[in-house]
């Protein structure tokens, strides 16, 4: 089993940034991809961004050059880097731990930007 426990969300305006962390626990080592999803009332679950073992990232189109993703091995956490906010990016931020036989899911933390 992972446990998954994100932070960092909170309310920013426009323009601002803010840092989301994902602290992972026990099983971990059977995770291969940690990755950042997110969902707006109303709207599907989208991935944001992603990370590999091998510290491979990948970015949703909408957020490239904007957010980062990042892990600390050490610590067992996985970042997101959320810089110049737009109101569209308010929404419920998940972490995704994928593993080999299932994937495992954080309880989300709240991303609000206002105008």
């Known amino acids: 089993q992972v446990q998954l426990v994100e932070s960092g969300g909170g309310l920013v305006q426009a323009g601002g940034s803010l840092r989301l962390s994902c602290a992972a626990s026990?099983?971990?080592?059977?995770?291969?991809?940690m990755g950042w999803y997110r969902q707006a009332p109303g709207k599907q679950r989208e991935l944001v961004a992603s990370i590999t073992s091998g510290d491979y990232t990948n970015y949703a189109a909408s957020v490239k050059d904007r957010f980062a993703i990042s892990r600390d091995n050490a610590k067992n956490t996985v970042y997101l880097q959320l810089n110049s906010l737009k109101p569209e990016d308010t929404a419920v931020y998940y972490c995704?731990?994928?593993?080999?036989?299932?994937?495992?899911w954080g309880q989300g933390t709240q991303v609000t930007v206002s105008s």
């Open positions: 995704k731990g994928e593993g080999d036989y299932r994937n495992y």
């Open positions: 026990g099983s971990i080592f059977s995770i291969n991809v």
